[in-house]
């Protein structure tokens, strides 16, 4: 089945614990993303990545870090977790070639993050 | 900022009836995407709008890219209770390549 993964899907930490949330996709998409999704504030992109060791920064990177050391792994690091990094997060992938240069995304199921 | 701006963010309406949520930017895009999310799962794709004042249909869901390229609407005939969950529209800025830009979404309910 095609899939994105993410784990784990419920994190509760305390701040400035690093954690890392794991992405990966079967798909062999070369895009791959990161977004928090808030309240009213609808899905930001933090990071994404259009092929293997290829990064770049969405519109809140601050606070993140990514890496794409294999096509289907994406991991989101966050060195020191804040309070305000508490939210819901996404991962999502696309093919850039043909039709899907357009970045039609496939989502995996969320993380629940809350820091305290 | 919000780049892409929808309208209205919540809705609630009685089922068979119609309704059109809006997604509007002052950049051009050289696409727009709809999304639905349901409660406790990631977004899912509903249709991609490529061309200025393209109209593509999905059953009762009609989409809608403004022929300038800086907008979109999407209108439900007859909405049903399943048709409830949070829309969003996102795109790629012409020029931008990768860079997704998401609306802040519409919440629809549509009671039996």
């Known amino acids: 089945e095609a899939q994105v993964t993410q784990n784990p899907r419920y994190l509760i930490t305390v701040t400035g614990k690093k954690l890392t949330v794991t992405c990966s996709q079967n798909m062999n998409h070369e895009y791959m993303s990161w977004y928090r999704q808030d309240p009213g504030l609808g899905l930001r992109q933090i990071y994404y990545s259009m092929n293997v060791e290829v990064t770049d920064k969405g519109d809140v990177p601050e606070g993140y870090k990514v890496s794409r050391k294999e096509k289907r792994n994406f991991p989101l690091i966050l060195e020191s977790p804040s309070p305000n990094q508490t939210s819901l997060y996404f991962c999502a992938s696309s093919r850039t070639s043909g039709r899907s240069r357009f970045y039609e995304q496939y989502f995996g199921p969320g993380t629940r993050l809350t820091v305290t | ?112």
Do not use: M
């Open chain 2, 1 to 112: 900022t919000q780049l892409l701006e929808q309208s209205p963010q919540f809705l609630s309406i009685q089922e068979g009836e119609n309704l059109t949520v809006y997604c509007n930017s002052s950049s051009v895009f050289s696409s727009l995407q709809w999304y639905r999310q349901e409660p406790g799962e990631g977004p899912v794709l509903l249709v991609t709008v490529v061309t200025g004042g393209e109209v593509k249909k999905l059953k009762r869901l009609t989409f809608q890219f403004g022929d300038a390229r800086k907008d979109s609407s999407l209108h439900i005939t007859a909405a049903q209770p399943g048709d409830t969950g949070l829309y969003l529209c996102a795109g790629v800025r012409s020029g931008n390549t990768g860079k997704l830009i998401f609306g802040q979404g519409t919440t629809l309910q549509v009671k039996p």
